[in-house]
C-alpha cells in the first residue's frame, strides 16, 4: 500500500510537502515549472583484399592485412582478354589479409585481375550505453550522476533544464539502446500519462529540449517504464489508483512509440499481486551476479521486492529509498560486480545490497526544486548490460 508524501514526510521527520493524497501525485502547486548509433570502439583495423589470380586447380592463402588477387587463363580457339580493376576503401575494425592463386586451363584465354580495399570503422556502442550512469527528472529539471566504474561511487550530478513544455507530475523513466531517455510525466487529476523522448540526454548540463510523442490512451495510470533485455519497453499500469492493486497491470508497447504509435499489449496481469503498487521497475540480479529482466526489483513507496514481471509476485526485500530504483551490469564496472541503487525522497542515492538490501552511505543528494515537489519525486533509470530476456516475445 503506497503512503503518501505528507505520510513519508512526517514519518521521516522533515517537513511535509504539499502533494497529493498519492505518492506519485502532484497538488498541482508546484513551482514555476514546464508542464507538459554511433558506436564507440578502437581505431579500427584496415581490411585489404589485394588480388586473385585463377590459372588452374592449385591455391594458396595467406594473410594480415586481407589481400586477394586472381588470375584466371583459360585457351580455346577463341581468344578473349578481360582486365578489369576495382578498388573500395572503408574504415574496419579488423585487418585481414589473403592471398589467393587458382590456376586453370580451358578452351580459350581469359585474364581477370580485380583488386580491393575495404576500410571501415566501428565506432561501438553509445557512451551511456556503456559506461555506468543514472538518471532522473523533477519539475524541469533533469539530473545526471556519473557513476565511477572503479568503485561504484558517485563522480558527479550535474542537472540540465528542460526548456520543454511537459505535465507537471511524477516522473518514470528508462533509457533505450541507443542511449536516448524515454520519459513519462503522470498526473491523476484529470488521469494522463504524457510520454516524451530524450535522443541525447546532456552530460554537461546544458539545457535539453523534449519531444513529446503524446498521452497513453485509454486514459491509463502510468507510473513506470522498463526497457527489457531484447529493448521492448514495458509500462506500469496502476489501475484505478496508485495506491492499490486494483486494475495493476504490465503492458508493453507494440507500435512505434518513437514515432507517436502508443498502442500497447497487455502481458502480466497484476491484480493478485502481492504488491499493492509499483512506483518504479528495475531489472534484477541473479544468484551469478548476472542481468535479468523477466525477474527484478520493484519499489513500492520504500519497500523493495524480488519481483517476477511474468506473474506478478514478489518477495520483499526490506526498504530502502521511497520511489526510485536501478541496478547496473557488472560489465559497467572494472571489478565487473552488479550494482543496486535506490533514492529516497529527498534525493539521497544509496547503493544496496542485492540480497540484504543493506544501504550504504548517502553517495550524493540532489538539488532542492524550485517549486513545492520532494526532491526525489522520480523513478530513476540508467544502461541495460547484454542479457537474456526470460519475458514474453512479441506477438
Given amino acids: 500500500m503506497r503512503a503518501t508524501p505528507r505520510t513519508l514526510a512526517l514519518l521521516l521527520g522533515i517537513a511535509p510537502v504539499a502533494l ?23 581505431t579500427a583495423g584496415t581490411e585489404t583484399e589485394s588480388s586473385e589470380s585463377e590459372t588452374g586447380e592449385s591455391s594458396s592463402e595467406s594473410g594480415s592485412s586481407e589481400s586477394e588477387s586472381s588470375t584466371e587463363t583459360e585457351s580455346s580457339t577463341e581468344t578473349e582478354t578481360e582486365t578489369e580493376t576495382e578498388t573500395e576503401t572503408e574504415s574496419s575494425t579488423e585487418t585481414d589479409t589473403g592471398t589467393e592463386t587458382d590456376t586453370g586451363t580451358d578452351t580459350g584465354t581469359e585474364t581477370d585481375t580485380e583488386s580491393e580495399t575495404e576500410t571501415s570503422t566501428d565506432t561501438g556502442a553509445d557512451p551511456l550505453w ?6 532522473y527528472a523533477v519539475e524541469d529539471q533533469l539530473h545526471y550522476i556519473e557513476i565511477d566504474p572503479a568503485d561504484g561511487s558517485v563522480v558527479q550530478l550535474l542537472s540540465s533544464t528542460i526548456t520543454t513544455d511537459i505535465i507537471d507530475g511524477f516522473t518514470g523513466l528508462t533509457m533505450l539502446e541507443n542511449g536516448g531517455l524515454l520519459g513519462l510525466r503522470v498526473i491523476d487529476e484529470p488521469v494522463t500519462s504524457q510520454i516524451f523522448y530524450i535522443p541525447e540526454p546532456p552530460t554537461d548540463g546544458s539545457e535539453v529540449e523534449v519531444e ?15 526497457t527489457d533485455c531484447q529493448g521492448l519497453v514495458y509500462l506500469m499500469d496502476s489501475g484505478t489508483n496508485w495506491s492499490t492493486a486494483t486494475g495493476n497491470r504490465l503492458i508493453r508497447f507494440t507500435g512505434d512509440y518513437l514515432a507517436g504509435d502508443l498502442g500497447y499489449e497487455v502481458i502480466t496481469d497484476l491484480q493478485n499481486a502481492s504488491v499493492a503498487d509499483i512506483d518504479d521497475l528495475g531489472p534484477g540480479i541473479d544468484a551469478m551476479g548476472e542481468i535479468t529482466d523477466g525477474q527484478g526489483f520493484a519499489i513500492d513507496s520504500g519497500t523493495v521486492y524480488d519481483f517476477d514481471y511474468n506473474t506478478g509476485t514478489g518477495v520483499s526485500l526490506g526498504m530502502g529509498g521511497t520511489w526510485a530504483i536501478h541496478a547496473l551490469g557488472g560489465p559497467l564496472f572494472d571489478d565487473g560486480v552488479a550494482r543496486l541503487y535506490v533514492m529516497d525522497l529527498d534525493a539521497n542515492l544509496f547503493e544496496a545490497d542485492p540480497v540484504s538490501l ?11 526544486p524550485a517549486g513545492d515537489a ?15 530476456s526470460t519475458l514474453p516475445e512479441p506477438q
Fill in 130 to 135: 556503456i559506461s555506468p550512469n543514472l538518471w
Fill in 212 to 226: 513529446v510523442l503524446g498521452v497513453v490512451p485509454d486514459n491509463l495510470l502510468i507510473e513506470a517504464l522498463y
Fill in 358 to 368: 543493506a544501504l550504504s552511505p548517502a553517495l550524493i543528494t540532489g538539488p532542492a
Fill in 20 to 42: 497529493s493524497t498519492s505518492a506519485c501525485g502532484d497538488d498541482g502547486s508546484g513551482g514555476d515549472t514546464d508542464e507538459g548509433a554511433d558506436e564507440v570502439g578502437a
Fill in 374 to 388: 520532494p526532491a526525489g519525486w522520480s523513478g530513476m533509470t540508467g544502461p541495460l548490460t547484454e542479457c537474456e
